[in-house]
């Protein structure tokens, strides 16, 4: 990571946060600071303090990053690997990844072949660093020379103002994207690229937010490959599919599971030996159009069967955020006599379960409407922040 530190002139800029900006030189003056023998665990902010000490782990016997409520296993090792970063842990525990040099180069190799960036280009974020959605930012920032601007949370009125400054570049989840245009309708200008990934995107989100001058791409990745392994190509029309990158193959396999192979690819988990096959198969559910972009339908392990019809729970979910009195919604399936399972949402907004039944009825067939219905203060998260179905189960139970 130290020789990354050096690929761009050292008075470029590499990084910015809420406390100031560091140059290339700077950022390895502060990183060779910190650096020390032996893996490092490290539960970080989206502060100055907390890139380099990433950065200073990665560059000596790797860093383990755990999200907040995580604790890495005692005398865990990374066998080999710069970073470890733990799964969201959204139907199971989190596992921690193990990525190598190797596999963040090709990620970085990957990314700077499909959409150009380089030098010249200002990424902005406001994802957390425990996050591959975050730390990839850092990553091919340094790779390509490129600099990284950091906002320590996300809100819509600074981060729009962002995209109107330096920032030629984002990411964003699909709800960041909905509220950004829900505040400020723009026009952007100026922007190369914002990767939307992360999550089921709504329909008509991605035409909204090109009419306001957004770049938008959707993208598919995990924290097996450090994120973005299909992206759609710049310049496309706008569509919910996604090019694979250069150097990443992808097919569907058995039961209409994705899978990929590539450099990018862990090797395997923290204390797990090594995969024995390059092909990872992932628990997503997907196609591959004619020509070889990949759309992703669901998670296979979420997929609830309800009366005999199989519903995607994030479907369900993507359609009543669009309903102006819900913030928030987590679908999930119920043990059920007559229908094996029934659809329970819990919720957050001031809608009432009659109004939300009727509004999706209209919207989606009749066994995709939920037949209960829990208003609460807040979803329950894992710890990287993706819903907890498991806890959202359990509510019901209570």
Known sequence: MIEWLSRAGPG???LRTEEGQWTYRE???EVERRLRTGPVTVTPGRDASSVFDLLAGMAGGGAIVT??????????DPAGAALVVFTSGTTGGPKGVRLTISN?????EASVSHLGHGPGDVWLGAMPLYHVGGLSILVRSAYAGGAAFLQDRF?????AAALRGRATMASLVPTMLRRLLDADLGPYRGLRAVLVGGGPIPDGL???AADAGLPVLPTYGMTETFGQVATLRPGASVRRRAHPLPGIEVRIGEGGRIAVRGEQVSPGYLDEPDRSSPWLVTGDLGEIDDEGALRVLGRADTVIVTGGENVDPARVESRLVEHPGVDE???VGLPDAEWGEVLACLYTGPAQPDELRSWLGGRLPG????KRWRAVGGVPRTPVGKPDRAAAAAAFDA
Not at 104 to 108: E, I, K
């Open 67 to 76: 999200p907040p409520g995580v604790d890495a296993p005692a005398g865990a």
């Open 27 to 29: 950022a390895r003056d």
């Open 155 to 159: 809100e819509p009125a600074s981060f």
């Open 367 to 370: 066994y995709m409407v939920p």
């Open 206 to 208: 991605l035409e909204r």
């Open 12 to 14: 470029s800029l590499y």
């Open 104 to 108: 963040l180069a090709a990620a970085g």
């Open 329 to 331: 919604a987590v679908v």
